[in-house]
Nanobody, 124 residues
Framework: QVQLVESGGGLVQAGGSLRLSCAASGRTVSSYAMGWFRQAPGKEREFVARINWSGGTTYYLDSVKGRFTISRDNAKNTVYLEMNSLKPEDTAVYYC?????????????????WGQGTQVTVSS
């Protein structure tokens, strides 16, 4: 089993930055692909970013490209999401997820393990 714990969320003004962290425990996730999703009130959970096991390949939601950066430190069993130029529409609960599958990289069902989420609120 893999346990994931997100941190780093908070309240920030539009244009500001936050860095989310996702610490894994239970087993090493160095061979897992890791993803970040978000869910705004009244909306479905949506894909934000994904990184492969080595960190060499990344994917992003179009609306966050150029503003968000996903990275990982396998020695620390941790994945990060650096968020810059934040907008009010980025407000959501952000979830970290892990998977051994190469399928369904942009969908909730493509991931085996999930964290509890961390709230990000961007004020205008």
């Amino acid at each position: 089993q893999v346990q994931l714990v997100e941190s780093g969320g908070g309240l920030v003004q539009a244009g500001g930055s936050l860095r989310l962290s996702c610490a894994a425990s239970g087993r090493t996730v160095s061979s897992y692909a890791m993803g970040w999703f978000r869910q705004a009130p009244g909306k479905e959970r949506e894909f934000v970013a994904r990184i492969n096991w080595s960190g060499g390949t990344t994917y992003y939601l179009d609306s966050v490209k150029g503003r968000f950066t996903i990275s990982r430190d396998n020695a620390k069993n941790t994945v990060y999401l650096e968020m810059n130029s934040l907008k009010p529409e980025d407000t959501a609960v952000y979830y970290c997820a892990a998977t051994t599958s190469s399928q369904g990289m942009r969908v909730v069902g493509g991931y085996n393990y999930w964290g509890q989420g961390t709230q990000v609120t961007v004020s205008s």
